[in-house]
């Protein structure tokens, strides 16, 4: 009985330590725009409007007022996309669980991998990012009377993604590549395939938990 409830207890913090992890770096990156700015301006993305007008002094300056409206634009809409989608994602996560949500969530993270940058990359990573979200705030249930300060954790882990674009700018200033830091991002969705079947339930993490709740590779069951 020892030994079983020792197991649950290593199997309750594995969960919570990389769901902490996973939240911190990929949760709410797109949030980190300004710093991905830098770095889409230096590569050229949507550099066509820029143009050259004449200064006040007859000097020819770069406009390229029309290529910032183009990355706010973007931006505004993934804003709007954010709360857009609250609804038909908690309807989805309510309806068929977290095994459903995940792998629904992990699918658009290689589409918004595998699209040039837009908006359908942004639109993408942004539904990826609230589904992921929905599923790793019910880890705070395995956690009894800490419920509160586990998913409290979660949502300044949320907030604090955004500082995954400022590392991949100092990156890109060092030589690695925009689609390098992407492809690696891709990669690791092999972790959040791990993650949904062995440290994640297939529906739902009950509250109250119920005496050695199993759940992971451990249940028996799709239902």
């Known amino acids: 009985m020892q030994v079983l409830e020792n ?34 301006k230096e590569d050229g993305y949507f550099s066509s ?6 200064g006040v002094n007859g000097t020819q300056i ?6 910032d409206e183009q990355f ?6 993934t804003s709007f996309i954010n709360n857009f989608f609250a609804l038909p994602n908690g309807f989805l996560f309510d309806h068929f669980g977290t095994t459903v949500a995940r ?11 595998s699209v040039s940058f837009g908006f359908k990359f942004y639109m993408y990573k942004t539904f990826n990012m609230i589904l992921i ?43 690695v590549s925009l689609r390098t ?15 949904t079947f062995f440290l994640l339930p297939r529906t739902f993490i009950p509250h109250p938990l119920p005496d050695r709740y199993a759940y992971g590779c451990e249940q028996t069951s799709w239902v």
Do not use: M, P
């Open 7 to 40: 197991k649950l207890s290593v199997r309750r913090c594995l969960t919570f330590v990389t769901g902490l992890v996973e939240c911190l770096c990929f949760a709410g990156v797109v949030f980190g725009w300004a710093s991905l700015v830098f770095v889409l």
């Open 49 to 54: 409007l820029c143009f050259n007008t004449t």
């Open 72 to 77: 706010s634009l973007i931006f505004t809409i």
């Open 181 to 195: 830091s992407f492809l690696f991002l891709s990669a690791c969705s092999v972790v959040h395939i791990l993650r």
């Open 62 to 67: 770069l406009d390229c007022s029309a290529q």
């Open 133 to 175: 979200c929905f599923c790793l705030l019910k880890i705070g249930n395995l956690f009894d009377s800490r419920r509160s300060t586990i998913i409290n954790l979660y949502n300044g882990a949320f907030d604090s993604s955004s500082a995954l674009f400022l590392i991949i700018k100092l990156l890109h200033e060092s030589g």
């Open 103 to 113: 792998l629904l969530a992990i699918s658009t993270l290689q589409n918004a991998v």
